[in-house]
Structure formats: C-alpha cells, structure tokens
C-alpha cells in the first residue's frame, strides 16, 4: 500500500535534503527502499531541528523530546536552515501518513531507530550547549565518543539489517544477531569518518567529539602535534570499523547487487577520506577534507563490473584500504 505523496517524499524532496547520500538510497533494492527512505527522512527533520541556529538549544531540545513522545507534528517557524529543509518539516504529516502504509513490524523498527536517533541528538545539544565565540567543551572518554556514534550511526546499521533480513529472500541465512553487530560498527565507522573531518567546524562552534584535555588550543592548526597520536587512534579505528563493514558486505550474496553497491560506496568513499585526512592538517578550517564528487563519481562508476566478482571487490578494498593506513600526516 503507498500514499499519493510517496513518489515525491522518496523522490524528489528526499533528493534535495540527502545531498550525495540520495545515489546510495536510490540503488537500494524496492523491497526496502521506501521504508529506509523514509527513515532517512524523519532523521534528517530532526537533524534539522537539532542543528538550526534560529531557535535557542533548550528549545529544540524541548522539540526534540515530543520527538521522542511520536508527536512529529509541532514545526516552529525558521527552525530550516534551507528551502528543502523548511519543505522536509512542512511534510512531515505526509511522512507519517506513509509510514502507518508499511507492517506493523516495519513501522516498529523505524519508530525505534528514530526515537535512538533523537536520544543521540538531545545528547548532542545537552553535551555542547554553546555555539559560536563560546568555550569549546570535549567529550570526556572514548566511551562517550563511542557511545555517540551509535545513537546517531550505528543504529543505522541495526536497523538497516533487520529491514533486509525481512524483506529480502536471498538473506534468509543470514545470523541477524551477528549481522546487526557489524552492521553497528559498519555506521560507527562512517561517523567516525565524519567526526574526524568535521572537527575544524565543531571546534568553531563549541563542539569537540574527541576526549582531549584542551580543546581550545586546537584552534590553532599549529597544535595539531598535541592531539596527532589520539587523531591517529581514532582513525585507525574508523578503518577497523570499515573493516567489519566490508565483511558485511561481501555477506551479501553477488545477486543482489544493488545491495552490495549501497553498502561498498560508502565504505570506499569513507576509506578515501581518511587517506586524505592522513595527509592534510585536519585543524586546518582553509582546507576541508572532501572527496571531490567528481572522483565519487567516477568510483561509483568503476564498481558496475566489479559487484559481481568477490575478488575484483577485495582487491578494490584493499587498495584503499592500503593507502588509508600507510598515509601519515603532514608535520
């Protein structure tokens, strides 16, 4: 069953608030495309709550909470940032009017991984409570960095598992209980990928994810000595996280392709972000670490005839994976 509003929330508007992720949504096999599409957009309306500068942090975070009570429906005026964004939030009564199209089951699972996903929001907001010009506040542990990556990414890949596990035939065999775990580390690494090229940014706006005893020094891109060794720690880790990714996906049988291919562009994508961060300074706010989209795109493009081929995929893998290891920082 599907609502007239469907093609345009999963076509059109999910296009222009999901930016380069929309070519991973958009290669998702049919069966679960609508419900992780949708998904993606009800995360994206909190996100855009949580991140507007328009309306002060107690608020959003009070906002956040009816979020959490399943009440989607209160819009604050100027809480989007951007005209897709303010759309996204004057939608959301199509969002839940399709969501109550899918099973019960599935609307569980995406009720359940959003109301996890605002939890890490309203941690968020209530963990870095200033914003421009304010005293920069750093997590305190790697547990609490760790735990953060889960509420906002490795849910994800919980979530993302049980829905194919329950729409998709060929994944039948799979041990879901073994899947969802590296399915949580496969999103622990993509937003440990995030964290560790956004920190200029977070830095600038009161935020520092990483458990270092003087944030505010990181200002300066010539500090970048003090905090090198833990930099290099938690990339590592983003690698070892990628890792259990990618034995996630070569789980996945050749025949579903589309599949495959959602799961290997973002490792790929990832592994050669952290080359890049390996050999730039990540303090450095002149220089944002990006894989420029015309290289994503010529990836994307090279994968079609590898997908079906276990040793053409790990040969790929361990190519970057290689030079995502064996860079080193510039002094």
Known sequence: MTTRAQPELIGPLLRDVSRSFYLTLRVLPKEIRPQISLAYLLARASDTIADTKAVPAPERVAILREFLSDKTRRIVPGTADTPAEKMLLERLDDCVELLATFSEEDQRLIRALHQTIVTGQIFDLETFPGGIGQEIIALKSG???????????????????????????????????????????????????????????????????????????????????????????????????????????????????????????????????????????????????????GEVYRLMAGSGVRIWSDAALAAKFQRLRQAAKSSRNMP
């Open 143 to 293: 547990e609490d960095l760790d735990r953060y990556t889960y509420l906002v990414a490795g849910c994800v890949g919980e979530f993302w598992t049980k829905m194919c596990a329950a729409h998709l035939p060929a994944l039948r065999q799979w041990d879901v209980t073994e899947m969802s775990a590296l399915g949580v580390r496969f999103g622990k690494g993509l937003q440990l990928v995030n964290v560790l090229r956004d920190l200029p940014r977070d830095l600038r706006i009161g935020r520092c994810y990483l458990p270092v005893t003087e944030p505010q020094a990181l200002l300066d891109p010539k500090n970048f000595g003090r905090i090198e060794s833990v930099y290099a720690h938690w990339l590592d880790t983003a690698v070892e996280h990628l890792d259990a990714g990618w034995d996630y996906t070569m789980r996945i049988p050749p025949k579903l392709k589309r599949l495959r291919l959602a799961c290997a562009w973002p490792i790929w994508i990832g592994l050669k972000t952290i080359t890049r961060l390996r050999r730039a300074n990540p303090l450095d706010p002149a220089h944002r670490v990006k894989v420029p989209r």
